[in-house]
């Protein structure tokens, strides 16, 4: 069986008389046309390369989305200890928020689960950065590794009572 064409080399492929978008030339295009040959059934017409580079990418970007979320939790969970007496509202409903997005994200990729400490150790270094940047304290102040277990990073709570108003 013949290696499929790859895209990213710039050369149209000709499938049902015609030449097909580079991958590398209209994204959008090339994608449309990729989901027309799979419902199609014309699996043999296939950019198959490139087609298991995007669905790489997908699966890191949700990845990412994941890190993310630690990240603004973290960096908020890093100020709100370190500096009470600046404690805001906003800082509260950050952390609801990216608690969400962490729970979406796991709802809709649940096979996430087994990278979840590489992930939030993967997002403390540049929450502790961030935290340090927003509270004009040196990265020293705060912890070289990452203080909180899951059940802190996901239930402890943070009440508005506590808030300087």
């Not at 030339?25 to 046309?33: C, G, I, K, R, S």
């Not at 949700?62 to 600046?86: G, I, T």
């Not at 990278?115 to 040196?138: F, I, V």
């Amino acid at each position: 069986m013949a290696e499929p064409a790859r895209r990213d080399e710039g050369q149209g492929v000709a499938a049902t008389g015609h030449n097909r978008t580079a991958y590398d030339a209209d994204l959008y295009t090339w994608v449309q046309e990729q989901v027309a040959l799979l419902q199609a059934g014309n699996v043999g017409a296939l950019d198959l390369h490139n087609i298991a580079e995007e669905l790489s990418d997908v699966g890191r970007a949700q990845y990412n989305q994941l890190e993310s979320a630690l990240r603004v939790l973290l960096m908020h969970m890093l100020k709100w200890d370190r500096q009470p007496e600046h404690r805001t509202p906003s800082w509260i409903y950050a952390i609801r928020e990216q608690r969400r997005r962490y729970e979406r994200i796991l709802a809709l990729n649940p096979g996430l689960k087994s990278r979840l400490s590489e992930a939030r150790d993967a997002a403390y270094p540049n929450a502790r950065d961030w935290a340090s940047d927003e509270t004009h304290l040196t990265p020293d102040e705060f912890p070289p590794t990452c203080p909180y277990d899951w059940d802190d990073i996901l239930g402890r709570p943070f009440d508005l009572d506590s808030v300087k108003r």
